[in-house]
């Protein structure tokens, strides 16, 4: 009886384990990523997407003059993916690339997939935040100086005003 208690107790446990096995030979293998880690990330919509354009927006953040030039040389094309990946890199560049980058964003915000799209938008929107921020900051500057001059402007005049009233005191003291 010992052995029919065995043998049933081995039957059993190679089922279970064999019915393990089964589950993870069945299910579906996972698809192919294509572009995580890509220097340049694209529009396929695939599980590295987001985390691609968020590491290439990093990148373009931290990076220098000289890796924004590198980058904008190979990003030359009128591919989508292209596109948007200068406007990332411009955006993130001098003030005068803001406005194209704006313009690349508005123009192929579209060809991306909708996962990616809230990205992009969050991004354009702190561009034009920006942008806006640098033109009051002009604006400021420029009433900044038109004040200066003002200022310098009346104080000419008053020590003018201050010179005749002196010339005229003294003329009164002098005629008794």
Known sequence: ?????????LCAGSLLTGCQWMTQETSAPAAPVTSCNDDIPKLADNVCLVDDWIDFGLASQRGD?????TMLTRLQGDMPHLKLARAVVLAWGERDGWEQASELYKADIS???????????????ELEARRDLASDLAKSESRR???GRERD??????????????????????SP
């Open 111 to 125: 060809a991306a997939p909708s996962r990616l799209q809230p990205l992009l938008r969050q991004w354009l929107n």
């Open 1 to 9: 009886m010992n052995i029919r208690m065995l043998l049933v107790a």
């Open 65 to 69: 003059s000289e890796w924004r030039d």
């Open 153 to 174: 402007d009346l104080a000419e005049k008053l020590d003018a005003l201050t010179a005749i009233e002196q010339s005229i005191n003294s003329r009164h003291e002098q």
């Open 145 to 147: 100086q038109a004040l």
